[in-house]
């Protein structure tokens, strides 16, 4: 079974409306880490933002929001107000306490996110 | 801020051909990790080094050995290159394991194996 599920794989979205990408993961740890990173067409992983599996509020970043539904185990990225410098591959990741033996972030495949003007 | 820097960004080589991939990390983390990126995939870990002196496998360990070789520099070696290596190869680094650490990755190196 996959860890972490984008079942995404592409989006269109119009300019400036708000963008909703989703993740769900599966762990059986109390304590994890949920991470978003961006990828544009240039290559390099930026990281974008950070949930914590105790933290009771949603992580916010600028413009990035996490919609943390921690019993449904999801994960989403909301970006509001999209830019066509929005357009990219977004991913998820999670990092366990236990890890499973290895340390390290398990990603999903990914979203190929495009903003239409 | 160089932050993460991989050498060498391109490189082309034969099958049974030998190659050392380089990275350095100038945020004094202690943790290094390398991740391969094959289409349509996330990145999968293939080691890590949680701090200086240490090194383990991850999910795909195979054909590929590393070396920590001080605290800034962490690289990763194939002995003999198969075309299933193709890839693009990320390095990341992070203060240390915690689950709140992000890691900071490199701008990636494109393999190709012929």
Excluded at chain 2, 4 to 16: A, D, M, R
Excluded at chain 2, 65 to 75: A, D, H, T, Y
């Amino acid at each position: 079974a996959q860890k972490i599920t984008q079942t995404q794989p592409g989006m269109f979205v119009q300019e400036k409306e708000a963008v909703t990408l989703d993740c769900t993961y599966d762990t059986s740890d109390q304590s994890y880490g949920l991470f978003w990173y961006k990828q544009p067409s240039s290559g390099e992983m930026i990281f974008l933002i950070y949930q914590g599996s105790y933290d009771e509020q949603n992580a916010t970043e600028g413009r990035y929001s996490l919609n943390f539904q921690k019993a449904r185990k999801s994960a989403n990225l909301v970006i509001s107000a999209s830019q066509l410098g929005d357009s990219a591959m977004y991913f998820c990741a999670m990092r366990e306490r236990s890890g499973g033996g290895a340390d390290g972030l398990t990603f999903g495949k990914g979203t190929h996110l495009i903003i239409q003007p | 801020n160089a932050g993460v820097t991989q050498t060498p960004k391109f490189q082309v080589l034969k099958t049974g051909q030998s190659m050392t991939l380089q990275c350095a990390q100038d945020m004094n983390h202690n943790s290094m990790y390398w991740y391969r990126q094959d289409p349509g995939m996330g990145l999968r870990l293939i080691y890590y080094s949680a701090s200086e002196g240490t090194t383990d496998k991850g999910e795909v360990p195979n054909g590929y050995n590393v070396s920590r070789l001080n605290k800034r520099e962490f690289s990763l070696r194939l002995e003999s290159a198969a075309p299933s290596q193709t890839s693009v190869y990320f390095c990341a680094s992070s203060e240390d394991r915690g689950i709140s650490q992000p890691q900071h990755f490199g701008d990636g190196t494109r393999l190709s194996i012929l």
